[in-house]
C-alpha cells in the first residue's frame, strides 16, 4: 500500500508539471492555460514530489527511502511519458493524420 502511494504522489507531480508546460497544454486542450493556473500545475507537481520522497523517507529512512523515492519517480515520470503520447497518437489518429515521433518539431523552409 506505501508502494501505491507513492507512485500515485509521484505520478500526480509529473501529470502536474506537465499540464504547466505550454506545448502540453496546447496538446491537451488547444490553448495556453492563463498564467496563475499554469504556476498552481507547477507548485502541485513540485508539493507531491517532495510529498513522495518524505513519505519514502519516512518509511525506509535516508538510505533505502531515497532509493525508493528515486524508483518510483522515475516510474511516474515514464508513466505521463507515456500516457502523454497516448494522448497525442490517438488525437492524430482522430484527426486522420498518421502519428509520428516529431509532430511537434517545425522542419524549416
Do not use: Y
Amino acid at each position: 500500500m506505501n508502494h501505491a502511494l507513492a507512485l500515485v504522489l509521484a505520478v500526480g507531480g509529473f501529470a502536474g508539471l506537465a499540464l504547466a508546460m505550454a506545448r502540453h497544454q496546447d496538446d491537451l486542450f488547444g490553448r495556453e492555460a492563463p498564467p496563475h493556473l499554469t504556476r498552481a500545475c507547477r507548485v502541485t507537481g513540485w508539493l507531491l514530489i517532495v510529498a513522495c520522497v518524505w513519505l519514502c523517507v519516512a518509511l525506509w529512512g535516508w538510505g533505502l527511502g531515497l532509493v525508493i523515492a528515486s524508483g518510483h519517480t522515475s516510474a511516474g515520470a515514464g508513466l505521463v511519458f507515456c500516457a502523454l503520447i497516448a494522448i497525442d497518437r490517438r488525437q492524430q489518429a482522430r484527426a486522420g493524420a498518421k502519428p509520428s515521433s516529431s509532430s511537434h518539431h517545425r522542419k524549416a523552409a
